[in-house]
């Protein structure tokens, strides 16, 4: 096609000449300058939560359970996150550890192998777990850790993590983590203080289910069970573009640790809280989203694709993350970079799939890049589907962020923008904590 390359030159002329007046858009050489400035937000419509694809308006309860929630579950599994299967058949666990006199006899730790296949070869989940040894049967928060369960506390009883992991993490050498990294990732994960409060911390390396490389889906859980969604490819066949992507994977993973959390009896399966921060932020509220026995659902910073609205581009945007990650989402996806407004969903739809169960959304001043006022504002757009539902949504009745380091935590939706940069702080589970505490009635 000897015409195509003079075709392609005068549009990445006009491409060029167009980032030099838009920001927030791709650049013709791929780089990106992300807008930070509220009044350069284009013009947006969001799609109406509460309104079927057909344009029938859901005024009551029923329309919304038979009708609209599982039409929006579809729209995200064809449009952002994919497909995934169910629970495998032949999953088995084993207890690898128990010890009963942790955390100075509070807690017991418990290390727990997901098995997926009948057999006991990979890949395998490892779930670690530390569970008061009072008040039993407890509440738990369940989360994907970036580093291995080993990352989390300096306990030198909690297995080394074997498996690839990211190289951005402390003591990780060639894509493995080392000795060096035990306990790196404890000021994310308060150990004691969750105990304290009467609840078990159950967390599982996201790694073990699904690396977070793009791979074209050869390993992780995408190896065992990917057919099962894709169906028999042959060479050269493209991949169904509502295939699950990572993301869709790991929140698969927490729903398979929420299966063996119901059949701990120390464990009450009915308050299990699913937390997460930044990518894995995102997962959590498609796990919660997807799965209605998660009883609460964190979103720490998840930004662009978690509870960001897409629509804004503030910061990350579409094409960005796509760019960036082009293994986190769906191949449908792709389609909406630099072209939001084409989604026939926005974020706020994500937060509603979670009503009428709690869902806290957390910002930090510091992470422009995730569009702490776009997290905000999924959560008021939520608000008619909690109160279709009957529960409080998010009190308030401001589109404007709330002062910093105010929590508003006495809703059904919970918020809080605080002080500091992308990351989990104590104050941020001290907030959860308290969310919890109200919505379990502790
Ligand atoms: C960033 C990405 C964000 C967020 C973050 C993380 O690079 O742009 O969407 O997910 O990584 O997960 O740490």
């Keep these: 096609m000897t015409?195509?390359?003079?075709?392609?030159?005068?549009?990445?002329?006009?491409?060029?000449?167009?980032?030099?007046?838009?920001?927030?858009?791709?650049?013709?050489?791929?780089?990106?300058?992300?807008?930070?400035?509220?009044?350069?937000?284009?013009e947006y419509t969001l799609p109406d939560a509460l309104t079927l694809q057909d344009g029938t308006a859901v005024a009551d309860v029923e329309t919304w359970k038979t009708k609209r929630r599982p039409e929006l579950i579809k729209l995200f599994e064809e449009h952002v996150y994919g497909r995934a299967p169910?629970?495998?058949?032949?999953?088995?666990?084993?207890?690898?550890?128990?010890?009963?006199?942790?955390?100075?006899?509070?807690?017991?730790?418990?290390?727990?192998?997901?098995?997926?296949?009948?057999?006991?070869?990979?890949?395998?989940?490892?779930?670690?777990m530390y569970v008061p040894n009072e008040g039993r049967p407890v509440p738990a928060f369940l989360g994907l850790n970036f580093y291995g369960n080993h990352s989390i506390a300096a306990d030198p009883n909690i297995r080394l993590n074997m498996n690839w992991m990211r190289d951005k993490g402390e003591g990780v050498v060639d894509n493995h983590a080392t000795d060096e990294s035990r306990g790196t990732s404890a000021s994310r994960w308060p150990v004691e203080m969750i105990v304290k409060r009467g609840y078990a911390l159950a967390t599982m390396y996201y790694g073990d289910i699904d690396p977070d490389t793009d791979d074209d889906f050869q390993n992780g859980v995408h190896a065992i069970f990917d057919k099962q969604v894709t169906g028999e490819l042959a060479e050269?066949?493209?991949?169904?573009?509502?295939?699950?992507?990572?993301?869709?994977?790991?929140?698969?993973?927490?729903?398979?640790?929420?299966?063996?959390?119901?059949?701990?009896?120390?464990?009450?399966?009915?308050?299990?809280?699913?937390?997460?921060?930044?990518?894995?932020?995102?997962?959590?509220?498609?796990?919660?989203?997807?799965?209605?026995?998660?009883?609460?659902?964190?979103?720490?910073?998840?930004?662009?694709?978690?509870?960001?609205?897409?629509?804004?581009?503030?910061?990350?945007t579409v094409w960005r993350i796509n760019t960036s990650f082009p293994h986190w989402f769906n191949d449908k996806f792709q389609e909406y970079n630099n072209n939001e407004s084409a989604l026939p969903i926005d974020q706020h739809e994500l937060i509603a799939l979670i009503a009428p169960r709690p869902v806290y959304i957390a910002s930090a001043v510091e992470d422009r890049w995730a569009d702490p006022h776009g997290e905000y504002l999924s959560g008021y757009h939520a608000n008619p589907v909690y109160q279709l539902l009957g529960t409080t949504g998010l009190p308030g009745e401001s589109t404007e962020l709330p002062p910093v380091d105010e929590p508003i935590k006495t809703g059904t939706i919970g918020y809080h923008i605080r002080t500091g940069k992308h990351d989990v702080t104590s104050f941020d589970w001290q907030q959860y904590l308290d969310f919890a505490d109200l919505h379990f009635n502790k």
């Design 86 to 128: 169910g629970k495998p058949e032949a999953m088995h666990f084993e207890t690898l550890d128990n010890e009963p006199q942790a955390l100075d006899g509070a807690a017991t730790r418990r290390q727990v192998r997901i098995y997926l296949t009948e057999g006991t070869e990979g890949p395998f989940l490892d779930l670690l």
């Design 3 to 42: 015409g195509t390359p003079q075709m392609i030159k005068p549009l990445l002329r006009l491409t060029t000449i167009l980032s030099l007046s838009v920001i927030g858009i791709a650049h013709a050489d791929d780089s990106f300058e992300p807008n930070y400035d509220e009044s350069l937000i284009p």
């Design 236 to 316: 050269g066949d493209p991949r169904p573009t509502d295939a699950w992507g990572s993301i869709a994977t790991w929140a698969w993973g927490l729903s398979r640790s929420l299966d063996y959390l119901e059949e701990d009896p120390d464990i009450n399966a009915a308050r299990v809280a699913v937390m997460g921060h930044s990518r894995l932020g995102k997962t959590a509220l498609w796990a919660g989203a997807e799965d209605e026995r998660f009883a609460l659902v964190i979103s720490n910073n998840s930004g662009c694709g978690g509870a960001a609205l897409s629509r804004r581009a503030f910061g990350e």
